[in-house]
């Protein structure tokens, strides 16, 4: 097998353009010629390493297994004689990609002038609610970092609207019910959880905080909810696994790889390891296009921009973008499929992405535990309907067929902000929320410690919340506490949410930059 072939140096090095890209991670070359293209951090990071050792700039960021994870066993073309590995074959992070001080114009007085200063992190304790978190973040993460995590598909419009549909939904509070004692506690594919929420599956934490996913992990036990661990993670999974409290239970999330062998070879690994859940992500055949994160790698990529509209100014269509990213993620994924993942783990398997009725159906028709109404946190195909939005269809459809909270179990994701939002979603029918990027940003802001104060936001809001709607526990929520006459209608008048309007950065036209 290629895998096993041992290469010199010299020999990786002759692959070294584009259009023949090969790269040494942790001792292994790989073929990342196709990889390039859909690589999250932009091509270019791993084109300008092609023929060389790339182990240093890949590992701040990356899991030592993610590419036997991702690319099938014919792009290992073999293992590094670590001795002819010398100074020049050692690719070099270049000075674009580099930390960069932010710096933040204040004024002094009125009528003074403006003068730059570093930006003052204020302390923890200063932290009231999720947007406080994102407007941290956003001044003390890498521009290429922050751009990456915050970005949505196309306009950006279903990543706005996924927060903003939960405005749409107005409380029906109910009064003179005791509600000296609130019980927020629940179950979430019967693990116990202080509410109903969960960490969902996010890329790459490690371009949050240096701890990335460990981090995560031990806030999700401290703040007392499941985590679902990522396949696209940065740390590998025995880390996460690691990192996890002897009584401690996760979930995950899976890509299928187009090699099959590769996803049953994790599954079984989670399986082993007590893992209780697999959400299949089925909302990401291809890519969408993220184009605030486009234009933070463009900008960054420190290139030369005469060259660039010569060489790169024709898109190269041969392959297509999906027949590039089906070398990790495969794009035939289909329902004949759903026998296949119900056969190879005796988890609970639910699907990742649901976006109308019609599939939630099929999904419990096939035996599934779940699914999970989501749009990929707007990142893939623009002017969805928000997971809050689609619940009721697809709670009034499954009913109907005679599903159950106990045998199928619905959750949604994408703009949970509030503790307002997490009692809307159990109102329609939710066994409970995911959270990803509020993750993320209290992780970036404040590490660890961030996350867990973040969740105990969400707790005194939904607490305030439940005792005002008069429901002293979790199964008193009910659709009677909620009105959705506007929920489907996208021109109802709000008012102006001033969080995400000072809060959110909006896409920035080329001109600008």
């Known amino acids: 097998m290629a895998s096993d072939k041992v290469l010199t140096m010299d020999e990786i090095a002759k692959h070294n353009t584009k259009e023949d890209c090969w790269v040494v991670l942790y001792g292994k070359a790989y073929d990342l010629t196709k990889f390039a293209k859909v690589h999250p951090g932009g091509a270019k990071l791993i084109t300008d390493a092609a023929g060389m050792d ?105 990543l706005r609207d996924n927060h903003l549909a939960f405005q749409r939904i107005t409380m029906r509070p109910r009064i003179l019910v005791n509600v000296r004692e609130i019980d927020m506690t629940t179950k979430i594919l019967g693990v116990p959880a202080s509410l109903p929420l969960y960490f969902t599956a996010t890329a790459l934490a490690k371009l949050a905080h240096q701890e990335g996913e460990l981090a995560i992990v031990k806030a999700a036990k401290k703040a007392g909810v499941p985590y679902m661990l990522p396949t696209l993670s940065s740390y590998t999974l025995d880390e996460m696994l690691a990192a996890r409290t002897p009584d401690q239970v996760v979930f995950s999330q899976l890509y299928v790889n187009p090699e099959r062998s590769r ?165 329609l029918g939710a066994e409970a929320v995911g959270v990803g990027r509020p993750v993320l940003y209290s992780l970036a802001s404040y590490g660890q410690n961030g996350i867990v104060r973040m969740v105990h936001m969400l707790q005194d809001e939904l607490q305030m919340v439940m005792r005002l709607a008069g429901t002293p526990n979790i199964p008193s929520i009910t659709e009677k506490h909620v009105i959705t006459t506007n929920l489907a209608d996208h021109i109802v008048p709000l008012p102006i949410d001033n969080l995400t309007h000072k809060t959110y950065q909006g896409l920035e036209p080329a001109a600008r930059l």
Request: with cysteine.
């Open 263 to 427: 996803s049953e070879e994790y599954v079984a690994k989670l399986e082993q390891a007590g893992v209780q859940a697999l959400f299949v992500t089925v909302d990401a055949p291809q890519l969408g296009r993220r184009e605030k994160d486009m234009r933070n790698k463009f900008t960054q990529q420190g290139s030369d921009v005469q060259g660039d509209d010569e060489d790169d100014g024709a898109v190269d269509r041969s392959q297509g973008a999906t027949r590039a990213i089906s070398s990790y993620i495969d794009p035939g994924l289909n329902w004949e499929d759903v026998p296949w993942l119900k056969s190879i783990t005796k988890m609970k398997v639910l699907l990742k992405g649901v976006q109308c009725a019609e599939d939630a159906v099929m999904a419990y028709k096939s035996g599934l535990a779940g699914c999970v109404l989501s749009n990929h946190g707007g990142r893939q195909l623009d002017t969805c309907r928000p997971g809050i939005e689609v619940l009721p269809e697809v709670m009034e459809a499954v009913r109907a067929e005679g599903a159950t909270k106990e045998n199928f179990a619905v959750f949604i994701d994408g703009g949970v902000r509030r503790g307002g939002d997490v009692f809307k979603a159990v109102a």
């Open 54 to 158: 790339a182990t240093a700039i890949f590992d701040p960021i990356h899991p030592k297994d993610i590419m036997d994870k991702l690319l099938k066993p014919s792009l290992t073309m073999g293992v590094v004689d670590t001795s002819t590995i010398k100074p020049e074959h050692v690719a070099k992070p270049p000075e674009a990609h580099k930390p960069k001080p932010k710096k933040k114009a204040v004024k002094a007085d009125a009528g003074a002038e403006e003068v730059e200063e570093e930006f003052k992190k204020p302390p923890l304790a200063a932290m009231l609610n999720s947007f406080d978190f994102e407007s941290v973040a956003r001044e003390v993460m890498e521009p290429q970092a922050w751009g990456y995590y915050s970005s949505g598909g196309d306009d950006e419009i279903t």
